[in-house]
């Protein structure tokens, strides 16, 4: 009676055990599947930001030479009034 009270407590402790150790797991398993989103998130930021930088950058290099542009055009215009 005492060692099947015993085998049958013995039982019930190594269940516990593996409930315990599953759940642990479990959460593990959802910290690095947490993990992986923000550090999706960041990625994708961080992307973002790059595009907006290369976006910006290219609409302040248009500018420049537009600028460069109608400066040459003016001297040349000031060139040809100068000649006739």
């Not at 910290?31 to 790059?50: C, G, L, T």
């Amino acid at each position: 009676m005492i060692a099947q009270s015993n085998f049958s407590v013995n039982k019930q402790r190594q269940e516990e055990k593996r409930k315990v150790q599953e759940a642990i797991f479990q959460s593990k398993r959802e910290e690095a599947k947490q993990s992986k989103i923000v550090k999706q998130q960041n990625e994708q930021k961080k992307k973002f930001q790059h595009f907006k930088i290369e976006q910006e950058n290219r609409m302040k290099n248009q500018i420049v030479n537009q600028q460069k542009r109608l400066a040459a055009m003016k001297i040349e215009e000031d060139r040809q009034r100068r000649v006739h």
